[in-house]
Every structure is written in C-alpha cells, then in structure tokens.
C-alpha cells in the first residue's frame, strides 16, 4: 500500500509571502498521479494542482507550483504571494496509474495560515 | 460544474440509532468514495463503490455499511451509531477516466455526532 507523508502540521505566513509544503510518498509503482487538495474552513475540499509522474515538468496553476523530485519521491507545494483564501488545510495524495477504479491515498495534511 | 451534495451538513445521533448519509453527484460518475475525517488522522476511506450495486472496502470499513442502488445515489450506514464515530464524513465521486485520471470532487461534508 502507498503511504503519504506530510511533515509540517501547522505553519504560517504572511501576506504576498511565500510558503513551501512538503509531501514524500512510498511506492513502488512506476506510474502514477500526484495531487495537492485544498480544504478551506468551509470545508469544500478542492483540487489544486495534480502531476502525472511520467511528466518531467513540474506542474504549475497560477499562484500554485510543485517541485517533483520522482527519484527522492517528494512532492512539494509552493503557494507564491500568498492571500487570505488560501487559509485552509491542505492535502496531498497519491493514485497508481491504471484502472479508472483506483483510489486516492491522503497525507495527514497541513494547515497554513495566512496572517494579514 | 460537477456537484456532490449531501444530505445533511450537521447531524446529531444518538449511541445505538441507524444513521443514513446520503450522497449524490450529478455527473454520472462510476466511481464514488465515503471518507471520515478526524483531526491529525487526515482522511480515511471507509469504503468505495466503482459502479451501481458495487462495493469494496476502504481502510476503516469496521461498523458502516454502504449501498448504492443508482448510480448517482452512494450512501453510508451506521448500523447502530456509537460515540467512536462522531466524526466529519466526507463523500466524493470520480468519474473512471483513462488511466483514473479523472478529478475527484468532493462533497460539502457532513458533522456527525453520536451522543
């Protein structure tokens, strides 16, 4: 079974700053998907970015980019110019490539703040 | 847009009552997912569904039970509700893409207590 790792519970930054979360993960497979969710107070959790493991470039939506360190297994999320809206915990899961039945496995997550 | 509704975002039971969650998407997805979600523990699948009538267990699949007798419909028993299950219960569905590519959505979340 694959594990997800988030090691940093709780962290803090400024406004317009920027904050890095880290996410390593434990797996043999060669192919898979890797995604950070966003779950604001609100609770709605959402997609934010996601990365094919076959794909060299690291994804990038915005505001939002990862570092994906595939033979360290590591999977970082960088939130650049941070806001107030991106409070929120956030999640980062692995899926296997395959059948289109596979399941997300989550990290514990980790809670950022934004401090105005 | 996709959405994932359920029924209820605050729910109050008490120890030993039958307790139905109900989830439905509107996006004719296959795949559907009930999780529990408690503090420092992340999320845990406690059983999914890949079609209608369809079920296989998650991680924590020790006292619920889940039907899915339509393909929009995936919904969470609590045979005989107990404290240890006071929990945010979170439902999402996945569409089965190539390769499972597809996004999961997540619904808004139900706050079960069990007094």
């Known amino acids: 079974a694959q594990t997800v790792t988030q090691s940093q519970p709780e962290m803090s930054v400024q406004e317009a700053e920027t904050v890095t979360l880290s996410c390593t993960y434990d797996t043999s497979e060669n192919n898979y998907y890797l995604f950070w969710y966003k779950q604001p107070p609100s609770r709605q959790m959402i997609l934010v970015i996601r990365?094919?493991?076959?794909?060299?470039q690291n994804a990038t939506e915005n505001r939002f980019s990862v570092n994906f360190q595939k033979a360290a297994k590591s999977f970082s999320l960088k939130i650049s110019d941070s806001q107030l809206g991106d409070t929120a915990m956030y999640f980062c899961?692995?899926?296997?490539?395959?059948?289109?039945?596979?399941?997300?496995?989550f990290g514990k997550g980790n809670q950022v703040v934004v401090i105005p | 847009d996709v959405k994932v509704t359920q029924s209820s975002r605050y729910l109050v039971k008490r120890t030993g009552e039958k307790v139905f969650l109900e989830c439905v998407q509107d996006?004719?997805?296959?795949?559907m997912f009930w999780y529990r979600q408690d503090p420092g523990l992340g999320l845990r699948l406690i059983y999914f569904s890949y079609d209608v009538k369809m079920k296989e267990k998650g991680d924590i699949p020790e006292g619920y039970s889940v039907s899915r007798e339509k393909k929009e419909r995936f919904s969470l028993i609590l045979e005989s509700a107990s404290t240890n299950q006071t929990s945010m219960y979170l439902c999402?569905?996945?569409?089965?893409?190539?390769?499972?590519?597809?996004?999961?959505?997540f619904g808004p979340g139900t706050r079960l207590t069990v007094l």
């Open positions: 999402a569905s996945r569409g089965a893409g190539q390769g499972g590519t597809d996004t999961q959505y």
């Open positions: 990365q094919e493991a076959y794909k060299q």
């Open positions: 899961a692995f899926m296997k490539h395959g059948g289109g039945n596979n399941r997300l496995a």
């Open positions: 996006m004719d997805h296959e795949n």
